[in-house]
């Protein structure tokens, strides 16, 4: 699983990201169902998938308190 950069978040738009965001978030519960029962093959992209939707929470949030400014 490929990260997502900051710098390619900031050229999307915000809907594009909050959609990008739930989709990790159900493949996020989807890894963690996996972790639970044994079958998840890279714990590794939890990992990943946590810092990825952090990152576009981080973005959005810059872009709202710009936008307050």
Known sequence: MKSTHAAELRGRE???IKRQISENI???TALNFQKVTG???????IRT????IARMKTVL???ETETKS
């Open 61 to 63: 949030h810059e872009r």
């Open 26 to 28: 159900s493949r996020l």
């Open 39 to 45: 079958h998840l093959e890279n714990s590794a992209q």
């Open 14 to 16: 915000n809907g594009e």
């Open 49 to 52: 998938l946590k810092r990825d």
